[in-house]
């Protein structure tokens, strides 16, 4: 059996990531589920939602949340509680793939690939030039002029 992956987040992250996953997992879409919070939504509403998006299963759920400490966060914690479940906050879409692509294996195992996915997918992929720099380029005509 799979670990079902969920991601409660900001909305719109939550669908938007799953929409994502989708497009390169298109056989996960039992398996990758999406519950947005939104500004205006108790928590209480909110754990309510992601309770009967979940169900009465027993399969083992990794819950993927976007801000350690916010409203999604907090949710995901009582979610979770009680079950065969893992919380992992900062999700991004390296993390969620990571998952999806191994989620036929134990839940802690799919835990820590997605921390690793999330973690080995952001880079820096090119440097930006720096910003308000007095350099000189090798062809100015002004040769008296030295920068201390």
Known sequence: MN?????????????ALRECALHVFADSADD????????????EDSLARASAL???SAASVLVLTDVFGATPCNV???????????????VNLPMLLRAVSY??????????RAVVGGIQGVMAVAA?????????????QDHHHHQQ
């Open 128 to 140: 930006a030039p720096l910003q308000n720099q007095n350099f000189r380029s090798f062809h100015d």
């Open 103 to 112: 989620r036929h294996e134990t839940l802690d195992a799919v835990a820590a």
């Open 76 to 90: 995901a914690q009582r979610l979770v509680a009680g079950r065969a479940a893992q919380l992992v906050a900062g």
């Open 32 to 43: 990758v589920l999406a519950l947005d919070i939104y500004a205006d939504e108790s928590p």
């Open 3 to 15: 670990t079902r992956i969920l991601l409660i987040t900001h909305a719109p992250l939550a669908q």
């Open 54 to 56: 979940l169900g009465d």
